[in-house]
């Protein structure tokens, strides 16, 4: 397979995401080697939680620390947990995922949404 001639090192910084989420986990383990956002998305509260920090590290970059690359990264790392809890409780994987805990992904979305709001 000829590979692919990338336009903006999207190889590269994939490795360096990568390397960036790799360091997290050293960083952020407390007691019992959870963390902390394990917990947020057990109790039902997931989808805020990553999506709130994606818009929070977004309008952060250049005024904390000037164009800090660092928030960029941390976006990408929420919008990568966002992904996950999506692919859990509402995408392909959702029927291969069975919580006692929350229940279907259309009961965890009503919880988090209310009945009334239509389900994408």
Do not use: C, W
């Amino acid at each position: 397979m000829k590979p692919i001639g990338y336009k903006y090192n999207e190889d590269r910084l994939l490795k360096e995401i990568e390397a960036y989420i790799d360091g997290t986990y050293s960083e952020h383990y407390s007691q019992n080697k959870f963390q902390a956002t394990e917990f947020i998305i057990d109790s039902g509260h997931g989808e805020g939680f990553t999506l709130g920090n994606v818009m929070k590290y977004a309008q952060r970059y250049g005024k904390k620390g000037g164009r800090n690359k660092k928030d960029l990264l941390k976006v990408i790392h929420y919008a990568i947990m966002m992904l996950y809890i999506h692919d859990t409780y509402y995408g392909e994987v959702k029927d291969e995922v069975k919580r006692k805990d929350i229940g279907s992904p259309k009961k965890l979305f009503n919880d988090q949404h209310g009945n009334d709001v239509p389900q994408r």
